[in-house]
């Protein structure tokens, strides 16, 4: 099902990055963070993926909360094309329901999860060649 609704976004994706994913799709994952758990520094793009979507499943704050996280924040470098920024990320905090898009090629992070647990749905557009 979440799948489905996700191929839907395609054309709006392929647009809005001027590629092209010909139907290739890696199936979403459901991702878990504890509290400690973090996801170092990494690029996506091997094995011919495209374009990362994450999906938020509950709220971050900043505040403990039920249902909601704090820390675990998604961390994407290279979307600011500036020298001063080279090395600097963009934070974003998470909302339920929120879907993230971004290439595969951006260094990104989720940092550690001070409090709660962090849910989201993960899923890649992959090259058409690939």
């Known amino acids: 099902m979440v799948d ?3 191929r839907k976004l395609q054309p709006e994706l392929e647009q809005h990055f001027k590629e092209s994913f010909n ?7 459901f991702l878990l963070y504890r509290e400690g ?3 170092a520094p990494h690029r ?3 094995l011919g993926r495209r374009v990362n979507m994450s999906i938020y499943l509950n709220d971050q704050t900043d505040e403990p909360a039920d249902g909601s996280y704090s820390g675990g924040m998604l961390k994407i470098y290279g979307l600011i094309d500036r020298p001063d920024w080279e ?3 963009v934070d974003l905090c ?3 329901g ?3 898009a971004y290439p595969a090629h951006l260094i990104h992070e989720i940092t550690p999860v001070l409090s709660g647990e962090r849910y989201a749905i993960v ?3 992959l090259d058409a060649q690939a």
């Open 123 to 125: 899923s890649r557009f």
């Open 23 to 29: 139907k290739r799709f890696e199936a979403s994952k």
């Open 44 to 46: 996506d793009n091997q």
């Open 98 to 100: 929120m879907l993230v």
């Open 94 to 96: 998470g909302k339920r």
């Open 4 to 6: 489905d609704k996700i």
């Open 87 to 89: 090395n600097r990320g």
């Open 37 to 39: 758990h973090f996801f």
